[in-house]
């Protein structure tokens, strides 16, 4: 069994900023990729951000120079660190990550989500 725990969404000012983590345990053996999605209201759940084994990342055009991901192996965790927020940034964000099992197989796994809400 995987978990993932997210923590550090809220509500907060245009052009705050805010910072996501997302912390995954239980039985892992390698992590592929992570990232950040989003589901705003009405509409789809959209990748935000990745970041591969390797530290590369790619981000949706609507967050590029304003959010950054990282993440930190020795604690399995991916972060997001959203900047010059602003209202359509509102939505539920989800975490994402992809296990490597001792097979070669993958395995994608979620967290429950996180909301941000960007209001003034």
């Known amino acids: 069994q995987v978990q993932l725990v997210e923590s550090g969404g809220g509500l907060v000012q245009p052009g705050g900023s805010l910072k996501l983590s997302c912390a995954a345990s239980?039985?892992?053996?390698?992590?592929?990729?992570m990232a950040w999605y989003y589901q705003a209201p009405g509409k789809g759940r959209e990748l935000v951000a990745v970041?591969?084994?390797?530290?590369?990342?790619k981000y949706t055009d609507s967050v590029k120079g304003r959010f950054t991901i990282t993440r930190d192996n020795a604690k399995n965790t991916v972060y997001l660190q959203m900047n010059s927020l602003k209202p359509e940034d509102t939505a539920v964000y989800y975490c994402?990550?992809?296990?490597?099992?001792?097979?070669?197989?993958?395995?994608?796994?979620w967290g429950k989500g996180t909301q941000v809400t960007v209001s003034s």
């Open positions: 994402n990550v992809r296990l490597v099992l001792p097979s070669g197989d993958v395995s994608d796994h």
């Open positions: 239980g039985s892992i053996f390698s992590i592929n990729h």
């Open positions: 970041i591969s084994a390797g530290g590369g990342t």
